[in-house]
């Protein structure tokens, strides 16, 4: 299968071409560079994948890529964590309906003349912004209030994008709903304002490498935002991946939506101890609480039986597992000073 990756420079995208091209599928990336800058991927020599930089607004070079591809993976956006979309909160919505009105425009273009078969579509778990159901299943996005944040607003409105281009165009879609993805590659972005946490820039706005970089650059006590009361899923890169894959290949994910996501609840506080203890094995976990953002979500708990039951599909990496391969890896990132 040749499937044209959008956003394909990204954090996710990382895993993703990797687990594509893997499998033995042709990869054609895009992105326009404008988060992470110039970066080397692992499969960048790969022979069965191309990255294009240039921009998904660009319907004509959208076309040309799209023109030979059975597959779009539509993963393109302006995404960060809680400060990037308190800092943002415009252009999060503005700049990202462009992207997906784009993206979309060329997906329904490339299945009524090519040979395009689907669209899946990234979209986020902050689309539960608002539910209280806990385990939250797919369908709670409907009968919940909307999102109170742009960000999560405008991921519910890519989700429509998805069921209205099936409802007119009968473009076969799947939705993706990722929660709290963690791994490696993920550095400060170009556009990150400049936060202090205690003593410490914040690296990026994500909790994991924040409180990872923190504690490698010797924080003490250590500055998490709130009380670290707020439940979180922490999924793990390599997981994500391989769920988005099975959707791609699998027909039962036909016009079906996802959460991807493991089954196991940590607290901010329970990760920033597990953290220090991973670093300084050796010296008592101290904390103080910054105060939080409005938009920090308390609790987010999916749901992750539809999945299993219908793909046999389960997100088994462990958190511990994960932060071995993390925090080598940001610790190298502080000394060549990309965090």
Known sequence: MKILVTGSAGFIAGYLVQELL???????????????????????????????????????????????????????????????????AYDLIAENERIAASTFDAAIWAFQNKILK?????????????????PTPEGEQLKC???LSTYGFQKLSIEYFAKGAWEQYKLPYTIIRPFNCIGIGEKRAIGDIDIRSGNIRLAMSHVVPDIVQKVLKGQDPLHILGDGS????????????????????????????????????????????????????????????????????????????????????????????????????????????TI
């Open 22 to 88: 893997d499998n033995g599928h042709h990869v054609v990336g895009i992105d326009n560079l404008t988060k992470y800058g110039e970066s080397d991927k692992s499969y960048d020599s790969h022979s069965n994948y191309k990255f294009v930089k240039g921009d998904v607004k660009d319907l004509n070079l959208m076309k040309e890529l799209i023109e030979d591809c059975d597959h779009l993976i539509a993963g393109a956006a302006m995404i960060g964590g809680i400060s990037y979309f308190h800092e943002y």
């Open 118 to 134: 689907k669209i899946t579509a990234v979209s986020s778990s902050m689309v539960y912004e608002s539910s209280s159901v806990y």
């Open 145 to 147: 209030s909307p999102p």
């Open 230 to 337: 707020q439940v979180r899923h922490y999924t793990y890169g390599g997981d994500l991946a391989r769920g988005i894959r099975l959707c791609v290949e699998d027909e039962k994910s036909i016009n079906e939506d996802f959460n991807i996501s493991t089954s196991v609840s940590t607290t901010v506080l329970e990760l920033s101890e597990i953290i220090w203890k991973k670093i300084n094995p050796n010296k008592p976990f101290k904390y103080l609480s910054d105060t939080p953002y409005e938009y920090d979500v308390q609790k987010r708990v999916p749901d992750v039986n539809k999945m299993k039951k219908l793909l046999g599909f389960e997100a088994n990496t462990s958190l511990d597992y994960a932060l071995e391969e993390v925090i080598p890896w940001i610790k190298e990132q502080i000394k060549i000073g």
